[in-house]
């Protein structure tokens, strides 16, 4: 029989506070782990494996592969009682069958089949270990098939900025001999200042992957150029069934490698497997799962029946009926997830977006060529929560808006002209009321670079990056300060602040406050505020509505690092937003034509000779 889903345990330097994500435990209860894949349970306690990292996500293996039974086995020892378990979509469980163990000495093993006929529609499976008067030892737990699953071997593909970052990932990747079974290659896409191989620990991490690994140093060409080099590497110099893309900046389960892998095995016919994100900061908590691109509005969104931000440490998965259905995404994060090689064959390689939209516009282009994504459960990486960054108004602004143009024009079935301008009108309003003058000119610039077409996106890899940090430079809204310490206290009424914030309910009462907000904008500010802020405005307030009726404030960072000095200026607000309306206008009216240049150079945009030319920088 080949595993499919093992049963693991928190490892020895995870914080206590993991543990809900492995086992499901009462709060009198504290079973003893003596590795990865042994646990003892004390006497008169009962575990459950109802937890995400261990319920075998029965319905998407039912759904999108050939496994029609599963077998759970295991080895005990000791005394007490296995029980089987599953969900219905609905949440409610089922028991299936159970087993005694009576003073076994000896390790014993255990099987208990489980069809997977009746999870069409969602539902998990998972067991239960309960004792009385001894203990009970478990050991090498796992879902396993009976028919073995075709052998392939995983190309590895990280990029990275952050060489510490990076160096961690690569030791969690050798870590553990039964990922290295599967891993072939591990490709580095070094775009730093600071080099990876200089970073202490960078030996004792290469040393556990040997020749699998392979790090490339090469210009900062983003996410899509450093992901991009390592799927071209995959494909033109090795032979590996699966090409993995990792982020460098995560906490790698190394259980998700296999569990991707052995999916992609599985599959009825190829799919693109997608890892969950889970939250870095608070380890129990499950930041994002499936995922969509609305092609209506051509924002991405959490899929349909998908749950977002959920803490397992405090409510568990038998206790929300919610996590049972099954949830079909239509694109997975570049965090982690898995491309089987006929897939990218067939697909094409990334388009040269640096960053951004890259990873959506990619699964979309592969469903389009019959190739679906599937987020898969209990396959994840823990990664910095995007609630603690700001990269819709940062130095990232001109890539999320160029980018997202790109993928409209590209795979929206719909006439998106009237929405795109509608919205980014009303977008561009809400940022300069707020004073995020740099934003506007990003998004502007951004609008500007793709209504010239796609010919020089290959270049902006290069030039794109140097243009936006020039161009920030010009305005003092994203200039980056320690604190606002380094100003005079604020000056602006507490109290009246405190109301502004509260959210209007009406229509009619929003349109109020924005022509009042207009009003101010338009008005000379007062001379006193370009030294001395009114405010200092917490990032979650920094809302239109308060910034709108400021002449200046400090506004922190997303990440609480810093803060911006925002100065309203008259003069920028009028030339921002009579360069929106012209290029939106612009842009309603060309949408047909842009959107047939783009169509007609898909394919070249995404192939393998224009990105070598990149590669070999000619």
């Given at each position: 029989m080949d595993a499919v889903h093992r049963i693991i345990l928190p490892r020895d330097d995870d914080p206590l506070d993991v543990r809900p994500m492995y086992l499901d435990e009462p709060s009198n209860v504290h079973c003893q782990v003596g590795s990865r894949r042994w646990l003892t349970v004390p006497e008169h306690a009962k575990v459950s494996f109802a937890t995400y990292f261990n319920a075998f996500p029965a319905s998407y293996w039912k759904r999108w592969t050939v496994v029609d039974e599963v077998v759970l086995r295991m080895?005990?020892?000791?005394?007490?009682?296995?029980?089987?378990?599953?969900?219905?979509?609905?949440?409610?469980?089922?028991?299936?069958?159970?087993?005694?163990?009576?003073?076994?000495?000896?390790?014993?093993?255990?099987?208990?089949?489980?069809?997977?006929?009746?999870?069409?529609?969602?539902?998990?499976?998972?067991?239960?270990?309960?004792?009385?008067?001894?203990?009970?030892?478990?050991?090498?737990?796992?879902?396993?098939?009976?028919?073995?699953?075709?052998?392939?071997?995983?190309?590895?593909?990280?990029?990275?900025?952050?060489?510490?970052?990076?160096?961690?990932?690569?030791?969690?990747?050798?870590?553990?001999?039964?990922?290295?079974?599967?891993?072939?290659?591990?490709?580095?896409?070094?775009?730093?200042?600071?080099?990876?191989?200089?970073?202490?620990?960078?030996?004792?991490?290469?040393?556990?992957?040997?020749?699998?690994?392979?790090?490339?140093?090469?210009?900062?060409?983003g996410g899509s150029g450093g992901f991009t080099r390592g799927m071209f590497e995959a494909v033109e110099h090795t032979d590996a069934d699966q090409i993995m893309l990792m982020d460098d900046d995560i906490r790698l389960e190394p259980e998700a490698v296999l569990r991707s892998n052995a999916f992609a095995?599985?599959?009825?016919?190829?799919?693109?497997?997608?890892?969950?994100?889970?939250?870095?900061?608070?380890?129990?908590?499950?930041?994002?799962?499936?995922?969509?691109?609305?092609?209506?509005?051509?924002?991405?969104?959490?899929?349909?029946?998908?749950?977002?931000?959920?803490?397992?440490?405090?409510?568990?998965?038998?206790?929300?009926?919610?996590?049972?259905?099954?949830?079909?995404?239509?694109?997975?994060?570049?965090?982690?997830?898995?491309?089987?090689?006929?897939?990218?064959?067939?697909t094409g390689y990334p388009l040269p977006l640096f960053i951004k939209w890259d990873d959506a516009e990619y699964s979309l282009r592969a469903l389009e060529h019959g190739y679906p994504t599937v987020s898969l459960p209990g396959s994840a990486v823990w990664h910095m929560p995007w609630t603690d960054k700001n990269d819709s108004t940062d130095w990232q602004a001109y890539f999320h808006t160029r980018n997202r143009l790109i993928l409209a024009a590209l795979h929206s079935p719909y006439d998106v002209r009237s929405g795109i301008v509608k919205h980014g009108l009303k977008l561009s309003l809400r940022h300069l009321l707020s004073m995020e003058y740099s934003t506007v000119a990003l998004q502007q610039k951004a609008i500007e670079d793709f209504l010239d077409g796609p010919a020089g996106l290959f270049d902006s890899l290069r030039t794109a990056l140097p243009m936006v940090r020039e161009l920030r430079a010009e305005y003092s809204d994203a200039q980056r300060l320690e604190s606002a310490r380094e100003f005079p206290p604020p000056t602006f009424d507490m109290v009246r602040a405190e109301a502004l914030l509260q959210p209007s309910k009406s229509k009619a009462t929003i349109a109020v406050r924005a022509a009042k907000s207009v009003l101010h904008?338009?008005?000379?500010?007062?001379?006193?505020?370009?030294?001395?802020?009114?405010?200092?405005?917490?990032?979650?307030?920094?809302?239109?509505?308060?910034?709108?009726?400021?002449?200046?404030?400090?506004?922190?960072t997303a990440d609480g690092t810093g803060v911006a000095f925002y100065k309203r200026d008259p003069e920028q607000f009028r030339t921002l937003m009579t360069r929106a309306i012209r290029n939106y206008r612009r842009l309603g009216r060309e949408w047909p034509r842009l959107r047939k240049l783009y169509r007609d150079a898909l394919p070249e945009l995404t192939s393998a000779e224009q990105w070598r030319k990149v590669f070999e920088n000619r």
């Open positions: 080895r005990v020892r000791g005394s007490g009682r296995v029980d089987v378990y599953r969900s219905k979509p609905s949440g409610d469980i089922v028991h299936l069958e159970g087993s005694f163990v009576r003073d076994a000495a000896e390790w014993t093993s255990l099987e208990f089949p489980v069809s997977l006929k009746p999870f069409e529609d969602g539902g998990l499976i998972w067991f239960d270990a309960f004792t009385h008067e001894a203990v009970l030892e478990i050991q090498d737990a796992e879902w396993a098939v009976r028919e073995p699953l075709p052998a392939q071997k995983v190309a590895v593909s990280i990029t990275t900025m952050r060489p510490h970052d990076a160096v961690e990932a690569l030791r969690a990747l050798g870590s553990d001999p039964a990922v290295l079974d599967v891993v072939s290659k591990v490709f580095v896409a070094d775009q730093g200042a600071v080099k990876v191989r200089s970073v202490a620990g960078f030996a004792e991490a290469a040393a556990g992957l040997g020749a699998r690994l392979e790090v490339i140093e090469q210009d900062n060409l095995r599985a599959a009825a016919s190829p799919v693109i497997v997608g890892s969950h994100m889970l939250n870095l900061q608070a380890r129990t908590r499950l930041h994002s799962s499936a995922e969509i691109v609305d092609l209506n509005t051509c924002f991405w969104r959490a899929a349909p029946g998908a749950v977002a931000d959920h803490d397992f440490g405090a409510s568990s998965l038998r206790e929300t009926p919610a996590l049972h259905p099954r949830v079909d995404a239509t694109y997975n994060g570049w965090w982690m997830c898995l491309f089987p090689r006929e897939i990218v064959q067939r904008n338009l008005r000379p500010p007062q001379s006193s505020a370009g030294d001395r802020p009114q405010l200092n405005v917490p990032a979650l307030n920094a809302r239109w509505f308060l910034l709108g009726n400021l002449d200046s404030a400090t506004v922190s």
